[in-house]
């Protein structure tokens, strides 16, 4: 095991300190913090800070490293693209990353048609502009979307994101035409696919009108709301009445994507097939890239000009996520993303037994994994203190993780898919310890 030589001081140490007094004079306070720590390298899942301590890294960024840290074939692409060039803006002057990037998304994205791809610099960013072009291709103006939802930042995607604290409290009004039903939460709402739809089918009638319906967006598995995965079969049922009702489907893969829950994309577990699909975060190793992929009438109908952004596509950023890509494939990373899932679900299941009277529920897809902790299972009232109290222990053995959910009851994990076995084992043996300590 790696063991307590990870940690030389406290939680944070003096440089961390010292750097957050800077901080706090200089970063608007708006800007959170998940951990009082500053990173000084990051190699494969492991962080070490300013003061020499070393994390096992259960975070990745927020689903972004997927393929891990600093991973030397990223790091090479990116040097040599940096040294061609950084930056001409693709509208202005092309460049091939672009395109054969493009390539390989539209070869990867599931649906046997023909595709197109475009690059943004965000997953907010893609939202926004999957939004745009489902309403382009349709004449219609509504987007559907549910409760737990996370979509971004931005107006649009902050209108569709489903929480208030901290996403919304203060900023509307938010953008028009954007309606919500409930989502199937089967720990809290138990019901069968046919009850969990109906809200579909009564939106329909009280709250939206079908023929107004452009397009609906779901996150395969509920991110930010609390790793909820949404039953194969109601996406299904999804499918289907978007084709009844002549409105799109599109997938959010921001943080499904690129392995997270096991196959490249989180929609493919139920074979639905999507007619947009969104993608960042994990897509170019930490570089700031997104994309819409789609069906290739849909998106050749966008008049010239109507897509774009100076940044997006960027060069360095498209030679990153081609090196990504190739990590997938000599890494056989899905393959080790399913091996990962199961023994971080048995582990958190374990931890469930050993606690069945607060860790309410674990669920999750693939390493896409979570446990949902409770003041009590009769009531299920969301335990926000412990679950910052795990959180904080697990930090001071050298555990870094992120809640989630609703009432930020919900420890999640993220961690790269290039993680070893020690690393990994030491990360469930830390969480473990950590639950424990809240008892």
Do not use: W
């Amino acid at each position: 095991m790696l063991g307590s030589k990870r940690i030389k001081t406290g939680i944070p140490g003096p440089k961390s300190r010292e750097l957050m007094e800077r901080r706090r004079a200089a970063v608007s306070s708006g800007v959170g913090i998940a951990a009082p720590i500053f990173v000084r390298e990051a190699k494969g899942a492991l962080l070490t800070d300013v003061d020499g301590n070393t994390f096992i890294d259960f975070a990745g960024g927020i689903g972004v490293m997927n393929a891990g840290h600093s991973d030397p074939r990223v790091v090479e692409a990116i040097k040599e693209q940096a040294e061609r060039f950084t930056h001409t803006c693709f509208y202005v002057a092309h460049y091939e990353p672009y395109v054969e990037l493009a390539e390989k998304l539209n070869e990867l994205v599931p649906g046997d048609f023909e595709k197109r791809t475009a690059f943004f610099n965000s997953g907010a960013e893609a939202v926004e502009n999957a939004v745009k072009i489902a309403r382009y291709h349709t004449k219609r103006k509504a987007i559907l979307c549910f409760e737990n939802a996370f979509h971004g930042r931005t107006l649009l995607t902050m209108t569709l994101t489903s929480k208030i604290m901290p996403y919304k409290k203060g900023f509307g009004p938010f953008a028009p035409e954007v309606y919500r039903v409930p989502a199937p939460y089967p720990y809290r709402f138990p019901a069968t696919v046919d009850e969990y739809f109906a809200d579909v089918e009564r939106a329909m009638v009280g709250v939206v009108d079908a023929d107004d319906l452009a397009a609906v967006i779901v996150e395969p598995v509920s991110g930010e709301g609390g790793f909820i995965p949404f039953p194969e079969e109601y996406l299904r049922r999804l499918r289907e009445f978007c084709d009844e009702v002549g409105a799109l489907l599109i997938a959010d893969e921001v943080q499904t994507g690129f392995g997270r829950t096991g196959r490249m994309f989180g929609i493919e577990h139920s074979g639905v097939v999507p007619d947009l699909v969104t993608t960042a975060k994990s897509l170019a190793g930490g570089m700031p890239l997104s994309a819409v992929t789609g069906r290739a009438d849909i998106m050749d109908n966008i008049h010239a000009g109507g897509l774009g952004t100076t940044y997006g596509g960027n060069p360095v950023a498209c030679a990153a996520a081609l090196a990504v890509l190739r990590v997938f494939e000599e890494e056989n990373l899905l393959e080790r993303a399913a091996r990962i899932g199961e023994r971080i679900q048995g582990a958190l299941r374990g931890v469930q037994r050993k606690h069945p009277d607060y860790v309410g529920d674990v669920r999750g897809l693939g390493p896409m994994a979570a446990m949902e902790l409770v003041t009590d299972p009769e009531s299920k009232q969301p335990d926000k203190e412990r679950t910052a109290g795990v959180v904080e222990a697990a930090l001071q053995e050298g555990l870094l993780l992120l809640t989630a959910g609703q009432y930020t009851n919900v420890i999640r994990t993220l961690a790269p898919l290039v993680i070893t076995d020690e690393e990994l084992e030491e990360g469930l043996a830390i969480l473990e310890r950590a639950v424990d300590s809240v008892a």
